[in-house]
């Protein structure tokens, strides 16, 4: 029995107080295949990371192959910190599928 529900949309009755539901890896796709992923090789290893300004990790927790920052494809602002150094800002274009590596040193501060 089909009748009209607010707005003249379709209402279904439920049967057996079951509603079906659809599996959600039907409504989204799997979220791995669409990341990409940063390998960073900076020193030095303790420095924090931050991705468009949100704590990520330590430099060392993305540093191996199979181990890079994963990240959504697009644009983003990398800051690498550290006590004593100058911060490390540089912008990445991730890609779906795949890995890129940053190398690089921060510099020390000077002044301090």
Request: net charge negative; hydrophobic share 40%.
């Amino acid at each position: 029995m089909l009748r009209g529900g607010r707005l003249g949309v379709p209402v279904w009755p439920i049967w057996d107080g079951i509603v079906p539901t659809i599996p959600a890896e039907v409504v989204q796709p799997a979220q791995t295949e669409l990341r990409g992923g940063l390998q960073l090789d900076v020193q030095p290893w303790r420095a924090e990371v931050y991705v468009d300004g949100d704590y990520a990790g330590l430099v060392q927790d993305f540093g191996g192959y199979y181990r890079p920052l994963e990240l959504i494809p697009g644009p983003h602002a990398i800051t690498i910190v550290a006590p004593d150094f100058d911060p490390l800002m540089i912008d990445v274009v991730i890609v779906p599928g795949r890995t890129t590596t940053y190398r690089g040193t921060l510099s020390r501060a000077s002044g301090r």
